[in-house]
């Protein structure tokens, strides 16, 4: 207990003086910077080389916190009610008064919310008398980081320090809808989009490649692991490593298993890390088979499809 109220403590006094560092969350690790504060937020951007019109998302404790930034609107309500803390991003109206950095919204008066469910991660929240912009912890279209191991080969010295909360459960980001009007997912993540239907009751376009970015997650190509990846494949060709979702009889050298017995959900969780795998084992290519679009596979094959246009 000792040794987390420390953690907690030395990550606040590295936030509260303008630096970056890196944070667990239920889906992947965040790079992790005040969001009132251009000199934060600006680190951020140049840490993880992202483009400017690439907005990013806020991390607050809870609705309370929220309101000073945000106008909260009725479908809001509901889904945070059933789904937060958890992996579901909101994109809100700003409120005029709020001192959130402009940097942060590409200077748009809405902004992408969440309440991270990470137990360590909320701690942290709670001690903070601001909200910390968090994308995810690693350098602009590559993957994803899910343990702090993969946020240190990323990053090495560069950050401050990594607030080390084990191995990510969800693995993928976070779905993101946004309720400006009617809503619309914005991105594919770890909450199914059907439940959030069960709960709006109402019909939900999705739109996962906006040209107004007011989202991540939205770039033609993202979620790279830096090699050629084709999906949808029946066997590898020469020189690929071959993604399967589950275990053969028959296994070679160049197989790589999603899950043991086409498990969806343990497929996302395993996902970056195996596709960071293949290519530290030295394969130029990648090929995975078709995966089932229902549920969470919507995302794995959303962070597939952009890796692809490498």
């Known amino acids: 207990m000792k040794s987390i109220q420390s953690n907690i403590k030395k990550a606040k006094g590295y936030l509260d003086k303008n630096h970056c560092i890196a944070v667990p969350t239920e889906t992947v690790y965040g790079l992790a910077g005040n969001a009132y504060s251009d000199i934060s937020v600006k680190k951020i951007f140049n840490l993880k080389k992202r483009p400017v019109n690439n907005p990013l998302i806020v991390h607050y404790y809870d609705i309370n916190k929220l309101k000073k930034d945000c106008h909260i609107n009725n479908n809001f309500k509901k889904l945070y009610r059933k789904f937060s803390p958890g992996p579901i991003s909101f994109i809100l109206k700003l409120k005029k008064n709020s001192k959130i950095s402009k940097f942060v919204t590409n200077n748009q008066n809405s902004l992408a919310v969440r309440f991270p469910k990470h137990a360590l991660f909320r701690k942290l929240l709670k001690h903070l008398n601001y909200p910390l912009a968090a994308p995810s912890a690693n350098i602009s279209n590559r993957l994803s980081s ?28 976070s779905t993101i809808i946004s309720l400006l009007n009617k809503p619309v997912i914005l991105r594919f993540g770890g909450l199914d989009v059907s439940k959030i239907k069960k709960i709006l009751k109402k019909k939900i376009s999705i739109k996962t490649n906006l040209k107004n970015k007011i989202s991540p997650g939205q770039f033609p190509l993202h979620y790279s692991p830096g090699i050629p990846l084709r999906m949808n494949a029946n066997k590898s060709k020469k020189g690929e490593a071959f993604v399967l979702i589950k275990k053969r009889k028959i296994t070679y050298k160049n197989y790589y298993y999603l899950s043991k017995k086409n498990d969806l959900q343990q497929s996302a969780k395993n996902l970056y890390s195996l596709l960071r795998k293949i290519k530290k084992d030295g394969y130029k290519m990648i090929a995975v088979e078709k995966i089932q679009n229902k549920g969470i596979g919507r995302a794995i094959n959303d962070r597939l499809n952009r890796a692809s246009k490498y």
């Open 146 to 173: 899910v343990q702090a191991s993969e946020v240190k080969e990323e990053f090495g010295s560069k950050i401050k320090y990594i607030l080390n909360g084990g191995k990510c459960k969800i693995g993928l980001e």
